[in-house]
């Protein structure tokens, strides 16, 4: 009876520290977050300087962490994978890239503008200057796109490898059309050469320091919201939706309007990452709605573990950290690299790196 008993005893007091040290290393994690930007702004003589190329490489990870989740909410939970997310985050981060080539140019047209010899701006670039309309640009351009598409393709009860197939298609078709000069968002070089934003010039260590902290705040604003939904009442018939949509729609319940929302605020929060990807990394082209980096995004929360939320920002922060090796030790294999690791992950890690940790806790 001695065993048995040490074993209860132990598990039980594994149980109650399980939580307690997740939410010690989250704070930790926050801490450090936090501190980064701080060591930015230090001389540059000073040994804990922290370099302008450092801040920009997790800020930009921090974006993509953000983007994982959101795709979490709609995969994970809905059980609806999107394979078109990059198209949403590109839609924000060119809201936002719009009004800092305005900052940049003043009263005058934008760099890119000039050169193809266009003499007045295009309507939809009407109130770009004010940094307020702009951020609306950011929630609604997103926002709306996803209201329409998930609108006629819920009702049409489209689903499964079809719903992947038509989001796919959908970000490559607005690929096509930000890559054309004509329709007034850059071309193929897209917005860059960003000087200001709110006035303060966007290269200052302050205002760096400023951006990342506004990505943390998203980031962890974001993990709030979606833990929240997750534990609702909204939360639990999401999860049915995913596991067994005939029988909820048996039950009594509409899927529609639930995956709408779902998919209507996750497109919000890719829009939002985007638009502080764009001033802190200072380049935003057609290139992000590239089907490849949606597909990226699902690896992301593959690997570190659908329907967690936890999980796909610990996968984004991981092959993004990879990425960032391997392309510049060895950047002709990093696809390889890419493709091998999802197979790996499917096979061998089903529930993702949170899940192989849980599975570690019991054993």
Not at 131 to 158: D, H, N, Q
Not at 266 to 279: H, K, Q, T
Request: hydrophobic share 55%; aromatic share 14%.
């Amino acid at each position: 009876m001695t065993m048995p008993l040490n074993q209860t005893v132990l598990a039980r007091a594994s149980a109650r520290l399980g939580p307690r040290v997740s939410i010690a290393l989250g704070g930790l994690i926050l801490l450090i977050l936090i501190a980064m930007p701080l060591l930015h702004m230090l001389p540059a003589d000073n040994s804990l300087h922290l370099s302008a190329y450092t801040l920009t490489l997790v800020g930009k990870i921090l974006c993509y962490a953000v983007v994982a989740l959101a795709l979490d909410l709609v995969w994970g939970y809905a059980g609806l994978l999107s394979l078109g997310h990059g198209l949403f985050f590109a839609l924000g981060g060119y809201a936002m890239g719009m009004y800092l080539m305005r900052e940049t140019a003043g009263d005058g047209l934008p760099a890119f503008m000039s050169f193809l010899a266009w003499n007045e701006l295009p309507w939809y670039w009407y109130g770009t200057s004010n940094f307020l309309w702009a951020m609306c640009l950011v929630v609604l351009a997103p926002g709306l796109l996803a209201l329409v598409f998930g609108f006629f393709a819920f009702r049409s009860r489209i689903k499964g490898v079809y719903f992947s197939i038509m989001t796919q298609a959908l970000t490559f078709a607005g690929m096509l059309l930000f890559f054309r000069n004509e329709t007034g968002f850059g071309g193929n070089n897209g917005f860059t050469d960003f000087k200001r934003i709110l006035g303060f010039d966007i290269t200052a260590p302050a205002t760096r320091a400023a951006l990342f902290l506004a990505t943390v705040a998203l980031l962890v604003g974001s993990l709030l919201l979606g833990w929240k939904l997750a534990r609702s009442k909204f939360g639990r018939v999401l999860t049915a939706l995913r596991d067994a949509e005939n029988r909820l729609m048996f039950c009594g319940y509409d899927p529609r309007g639930y995956k709408l929302f779902i998919w209507v605020l996750s497109a919000v929060l890719c829009g939002l990452a985007g638009a502080l990807y764009v001033p802190q990394v200072g380049i935003i082209n057609p290139s992000e709605m590239s089907p490849t980096n949606s597909i990226e995004a699902a690896v992301w929360v593959a690997l570190g573990g659908r329907g967690t939320l936890i999980g796909p920002i610990l996968g984004a922060g991981m092959v993004n950290g990879m990425k960032s090796w391997f392309t510049v030790a060895f950047p002709e294999y990093w696809l390889f690299a890419l493709g091998a690791l999802f197979i790996l992950v499917t096979l061998y890690l089903p529930k993702g790196v949170v899940g192989l940790l849980k599975r570690g806790e019991k054993s």
